[in-house]
C-alpha cells in the first residue's frame, strides 16, 4: 500500500506565513526561497547521523534511491507506507517540532489549520 504525497507542498511559520530559507543562486548571490516538503524529506534522507555507523551499505543505498525519486518530482507522488515511516523517523531526528509537525500532518494526509 501506498501513500500520494504532494511533495511541492510549503512548509509554514507558526504564524502562517510561508517557511524560508536562504540559498546562494547561480550568481552567488543570497536568495530567499520556501521550504518544501521535497526538500525537507530529501534533506533528512541525505543527512549524517551517528546511528548511520549501523546503516548497512543497502540501507544507505535506499535512502539515496528514494531521496532521488522525490528530487526528480514535480507535484505528487506514490510513498509506500514502510518508506513513510523511515521519513517520519529521519525527519523527527533532524529536524524540529514546527518541522516535524507539519511533516508528519503531510504524510498522514492531514489538512493543516487554516487550508
Do not use: C, W
Not at 511559520?13 to 517557511?19: C, F, Q, V
Not at 514502510?82 to 503531510?106: A, C, M, P
Request: hydrophobic share 35%.
Amino acid at each position: 500500500m501506498s501513500k500520494r504525497i504532494d511533495v511541492n507542498e510549503v512548509l509554514r511559520e507558526i504564524d502562517g506565513g510561508p517557511l524560508k530559507r536562504q540559498d546562494v543562486d547561480g550568481k552567488g548571490e543570497t536568495i530567499e526561497t520556501d521550504v518544501t516538503l521535497k526538500s525537507i524529506l530529501v534533506n533528512a534522507l541525505l543527512h549524517h547521523r551517528n546511528e548511520d555507523e549501523k546503516t548497512s551499505g543497502e540501507q544507505k543505498l535506499s535512502r539515496f534511491n528514494l531521496a532521488q525519486a522525490i528530487q526528480g518530482t514535480d507535484g505528487e507522488m506514490d510513498i509506500a507506507e514502510n518508506d513513510v515511516g523511515l521519513l517520519k523517523k529521519l525527519v523527527n531526528n533532524v529536524y524540529t517540532s514546527l518541522v516535524v509537525g507539519q511533516v508528519f500532518h503531510l504524510l498522514d494526509g492531514k489538512e493543516e489549520k487554516g487550508e
